[in-house]
């Protein structure tokens, strides 16, 4: 077993849209295959349900639970050292990213069906699909539900606590390199060569949107977009350099790597 796995379980929620699909090959990377326990994407509930079903040395054999669930899905955890981590997303971006992609041929979800034919002002009026509706304070929060609008105040102040009180880690999309420079240092963990994986062809910008549409995006995400700051500001605290190699550095290597 590699080192990383021998003494803590590392649970990384991953929120759809947010540049976890890099950030799981970064992380499986620094663990052998057999201690792995993957979320399926396609059923989650279904997934996080065989894993609490494990008996408590079948879930001590797992030393990294990743995928799409909310914390505090994974229930009667071993008693070791857990350490959650996740990345968070400007939320505007994220939900354009995440219409682009149930839009694309990659996409075979009951969303896909009642988002063809529609703009993307029409698909947030619609308010049936609760991905675009504060989804990162939910996963983050934990147990609030699918209901669209079920996020509050209480909602947010418990994402907030579990951040400060839970998660080992928090990154930034738009600040990928630094985030995921800070976490491998501060995990002990190889340096986090990639490449950009899952990225969604015919994307929509946030330039060829009118104001009002993101007026929308942001009405309807605004819990998302005061965890967001709130994550922002804790990690702008972080040392100017927060790793075993400068920025610039690792992302001229990462590019000759990548060639």
């Not at 990162?136 to 669209?148: C, L, S």
Request: charged share 25%; proline share 4%; net charge positive.
């Amino acid at each position: 077993m590699k080192e990383s796995g021998k003494n803590q379980l590392i649970i990384f929620v991953h929120i759809p849209k947010t540049a976890g699909t890099s950030l799981r090959v970064i992380i499986e990377r620094n663990f052998d295959r057999q201690v792995i326990f993957t979320i399926d994407g396609r059923n989650p509930q279904k997934s996080i349900k065989q894993f609490n079903q494990l008996s408590q040395e079948e879930k001590s054999s797992f030393s990294l639970v990743q995928g799409h669930g909310e914390f505090g899905a994974l229930r009667n955890l071993p008693h070791r050292q857990i350490k959650y981590i996740t990345f968070v997303r400007d939320p505007v971006e994220r939900v354009l990213s995440y219409y682009s992609y149930i839009l694309s041929d990659a996409f075979r979800r009951p969303q896909a069906e009642i988002a063809e034919g529609m703009s993307l002002k029409d698909y947030m009026l619609s308010r049936s699909d609760w991905q675009v509706n504060n989804h990162q304070t939910r996963m983050i929060a934990g147990n609030v539900g699918p209901e669209y609008g079920a996020c509050n105040e209480e909602v947010l102040e418990r994402a907030k606590n579990n951040i400060i009180n839970y998660f080992h880690f928090v990154g930034l999309a738009e600040q990928f390199d630094r985030s995921i420079l800070a976490m491998s240092k501060s995990l002990g963990w190889r340096t986090p060569f990639y490449k950009s994986l899952n990225r969604t062809n015919k994307r929509i910008n946030q330039e060829t949107i009118d104001e009002d549409v993101k007026d929308l995006i942001r009405n309807e995400n605004r819990f998302d977009l005061q965890l967001y700051d709130f994550v922002q500001s804790r990690f702008e605290n972080l040392p100017k350099k927060p790793s075993f190699l400068p920025v610039k550095l690792f992302q001229y290597l990462n590019n000759i790597k990548n060639k």
